[in-house]
């Protein structure tokens, strides 16, 4: 069981454009941001929103629709991946784009392994 020190509280997130100072929340480090990632697709997002395959694939149908070409599943997650990409950015401090960022990755790589269609 991860003790709270362990995590970062993202409830608290605010982008550098918010304040003067730049922005920290205690002592980050990549196994605060790995272990957030994870309790992040592993806890309430898991409950609330299903299995990750399933709505991918919800997702990616829609978008291919849209867009009128073949959308995989994990290329909906690596699309995700590269909106934090994109906002990171614009608020590089912002640490809730990079725990996103990484659950995201995370999820890309599951999807592709599970995914029967690979594409």
Not at 45 to 65: Q, T, V
Not at 79 to 101: G, N, Q, Y
Request: with cysteine; hydrophobic share 40%.
């Amino acid at each position: 069981m991860r003790k709270p020190e362990d995590m970062i509280d993202l409830s608290h997130t605010i982008s550098r454009k918010d304040v003067s100072e730049p922005f920290m929340i205690g002592n980050i480090d990549r196994d605060k941001i790995l272990n957030s990632a994870s309790d992040l697709i592993n806890g309430q997002r898991a409950k609330d929103y299903g299995d990750a395959l399933e709505m991918h694939r919800r997702i990616a149908a829609g978008w291919s629709e849209i867009l009128g070409v073949n959308v995989s599943p994990a290329q909906v997650a690596l699309c995700m991946a590269w909106l934090k990409i994109a906002r990171l950015v614009e608020t590089p401090d912002h640490l809730d784009s990079f725990v996103d960022l990484v659950a995201y990755g995370a999820l890309a790589g599951e999807i592709q392994h599970r995914d029967p269609k690979k594409g």
